[in-house]
């Protein structure tokens, strides 16, 4: 099983990136999936999460209108678009696969079966 995250980078307030998860070793069409983020000292956060035919969404109120998920299923992928970044966004961003079929994507790490190793994220002021 491997998830690799990638896109990460250094932007400015108010920049974008397109973070990307390449999945492989499991059957990701039957995987809810899901974006966290997580700074030094603290918890890992959700961020946003996506059902498994990648019809259904849902967001953390802080990112919620900024931020977009997406996955493609035929080349085993999903995607977090970050708009309007701020500096609070900071953050390693982790890409996870849930094997259940909860809506909407839980947004409690526990619940996750597989994880990437993350991407950095820095927003400067």
């Known amino acids: 099983v491997q998830l690799q995250a990638s896109g990460g980078g250094l932007v400015q307030t108010g920049g974008s990136l397109r973070l990307s998860c390449t999945v492989s070793?499991?059957?990701?069409?039957?995987?809810?999936m899901g974006w966290f983020r997580q700074t030094p000292g603290k918890e890992r956060e959700f961020v946003a999460g996506?059902?498994?035919?990648?019809?259904?969404?849902n967001y953390a109120d802080s990112v919620k209108g900024r931020f977009t998920i997406s996955r493609d299923n035929a080349i085993s992928m999903v995607y977090l678009q970050l708009n309007s970044l701020k500096p609070e966004d900071t953050a390693v961003y982790y890409c996870?696969?849930?094997?259940?079929?909860?809506?909407?994507?839980?947004?409690?790490?526990?619940?996750?079966?597989?994880w990437g190793q993350g991407t950095l994220v820095t927003v400067s002021s």
């Open positions: 996870a696969a849930d094997r259940s079929t909860r809506w909407p994507a839980s947004p409690y790490a526990a619940h996750y079966d597989y």
């Open positions: 070793g499991f059957d990701f069409s039957n995987y809810v």
């Open positions: 996506i059902t498994r035919g990648g019809k259904n969404t």
